[in-house]
């Protein structure tokens, strides 16, 4: 009788333990799909980020060579700012290439680690020559504005000045915005690593 009551209790032991299995692997998944979704948004900002500064860039390029050869800039900056907007459009390019991949899903964690860790570093690289850049660039235009000496030349460096500042602040801001998207990202892929191996 005792046998027979241990072995029931047995019985249901095993079934409660069972169903907490399965409710627990049904909460793991929930979560591996939560995790997952949020890595997926933070790669599409990222990827529309990506997109963003191509399309920014070759506007820029574009719309600069008409505006500014009606104020009479010299052919030297003006070919040395049509190669800068150009490079940095490329670099865009290449920078954002296998992020626009990560997008659609096509590689598996490690990957997609990799990806998004030289991403990082990338940008880290890319503000430390822009910035130098953009700072030389600016005080020449100023220096080609003051050669123009008349008013026009004189607001738009003004103009450019106030520009570069607040869009100093801007880019920083979506720098460090991007970097924090990187940075779940790859702390997602961690968790998700964990719970893989688990």
Same mark, same amino acid.
């Given at each position: 009788?005792?046998?027979?009551?241990?072995?029931?209790?047995?019985?249901?032991?095993?079934?409660?333990?069972?169903?907490?299995?399965?409710?627990?692997?049904?909460? /793991? #998944?929930?979560?591996? %799909?939560?995790?997952?979704?949020?890595?997926?948004?933070?790669?599409?900002? @990222? +990827? *529309?980020?990506?997109?963003?500064?191509?399309?920014?860039?070759?506007?820029?390029?574009?719309?600069?060579?008409?505006?500014?050869?009606?104020?009479?800039?010299?052919?030297?900056?003006?070919?040395?700012?049509?190669?800068?907007?150009?490079?940095?459009?490329?670099?865009?390019?290449?920078?954002?290439? /296998? #992020?626009?991949?990560? %997008?659609?899903?096509?590689?598996?964690?490690?990957?997609?680690?990799?990806? @998004? +860790? *030289?991403?990082?570093?990338?940008?880290?690289?890319?503000?430390?020559?822009?910035?130098?850049?953009?700072?030389?660039?600016?005080?020449?235009?100023?220096?080609?504005?003051?050669?123009?000496?008349?008013?026009?030349?004189?607001?738009?460096?003004?103009?450019?000045?106030?520009?570069?500042?607040?869009?100093?602040?801007?880019?920083?801001?979506?720098?460090?915005?991007?970097?924090?998207?990187?940075?779940?990202? @790859?702390?997602?892929?961690?968790?998700?690593?964990?719970?893989?191996?688990?």
């Amino acid at each position: 009788m005792e046998r027979k009551e241990e072995l029931a209790e047995l019985a249901e032991m095993k079934r409660e333990l069972k169903l907490l299995r399965e409710r627990l692997d049904k909460e /793991n #998944i929930i979560s591996r %799909n939560h995790i997952k979704k949020g890595m997926q948004k933070n790669i599409s900002h @990222l +990827s *529309r980020y990506g997109r963003m500064e191509v399309v920014l860039g070759a506007f820029a390029l574009i719309n600069f060579q008409f505006i500014f050869s009606h104020f009479g800039f010299s052919a030297a900056f003006m070919t040395v700012t049509s190669i800068g907007l150009l490079g940095a459009v490329i670099a865009s390019i290449i920078y954002h290439r /296998n #992020i626009f991949k990560l %997008n659609t899903g096509m590689l598996d964690l490690l990957s997609m680690a990799y990806e @998004l +860790s *030289r991403l990082k570093q990338r940008y880290a690289t890319w503000r430390r020559y822009a910035i130098p850049c953009m700072i030389v660039w600016i005080g020449w235009m100023c220096y080609e504005c003051y050669m123009m000496n008349n008013e026009i030349a004189m607001s738009l460096a003004t103009g450019c000045l106030v520009g570069a500042v607040i869009g100093g602040v801007i880019g920083t801001r979506l720098y460090y915005r991007q970097v924090s998207r990187i940075d779940e990202v @790859l702390q997602n892929i961690e968790e998700l690593r964990k719970t893989e191996e688990k």
